[in-house]
């Protein structure tokens, strides 16, 4: 099985009154230097079969119809390297 993400943030000129508040406690949590944060969501789909050109179509439609409003934000969609997503982060 193979794993797509799909990525969704808030487009640039829309304010994201979520990422800001992160923002500014951040330093009063220790973290200096953070200039800016938007806040998003994540996405990963577990495909049946193989992840094509015309699956790849299906979860763009997907995305664009159900996981994001495309009037204020954007998505991206990607397939993840499955050894890679095994990986713990350091």
Same mark, same amino acid.
């Given at each position: 099985?193979?794993?797509? =993400? ?15 508040? =992160? ?47 495309? =009037?204020?934000?954007?998505?991206? =969609? ?13």
């Amino acid at each position: 099985m193979a794993r797509v =993400v799909v990525d969704v943030m808030l487009k640039p000129e829309i304010l994201d009154p979520q990422g800001q508040a =992160v923002q500014r406690a951040l330093p009063r949590l220790g973290f200096d230097g953070i200039a800016d944060v938007r806040q998003g969501k994540r996405f990963e789909l577990e495909v049946e079969g193989p992840v094509d050109d015309a699956a790849l179509v299906r979860i763009r439609e997907l995305a664009e119809t159900f996981l994001a409003n495309t =009037v204020i934000e954007d998505f991206a =969609v990607k397939v993840e390297d499955p050894a890679a997503a095994a990986e713990p982060v350091k």
